[in-house]
Nanobody, 115 residues
């Protein structure tokens, strides 16, 4: 059974930083593309970043240069380092595992950027 557990969200001031973590279980982590998505109130869920099985990364234009996705296959964990946070980054952030025809989601972690 696939399980994705996010942590690391919280309240941060504009310009601040946070690191999100997602611990995975129930599947062969290294064989899956992992991603982070976010959903702000009243908006659709959107892709933030992905990291492939070989470490290749993709970022939404809105976060390029500010966010960094990484993975530790030994720990079955994917990270999202978020720097220079803006109020418009406020959202629930979801971890995603994609592979072998399946697509799984975590429960989400709230990130609020406000002074």
């Amino acid at each position: 059974q696939v399980q994705l557990v996010e942590s690391g969200g919280g309240l941060v001031q504009p310009g601040g930083s946070l690191r999100l973590s997602c611990v995975a279980s129930g599947f062969t982590f290294s064989n899956y593309t992992m991603g982070w998505y976010r959903q702000a109130p009243g908006k659709q869920r959107e892709l933030v970043a992905t990291i492939g099985t070989s470490g290749g990364t993709y970022y939404a234009d809105s976060v390029k240069g500010r966010f960094t996705i990484s993975r530790d296959n030994a720990k079955n964990t994917v990270y999202l380092r978020m720097n220079s946070l803006k109020p418009e980054d406020t959202a629930v952030y979801y971890c995603n595992a994609n592979g072998y025809g399946s697509n799984s989601w975590g429960q989400g972690t709230q990130v609020t950027v406000s002074s």
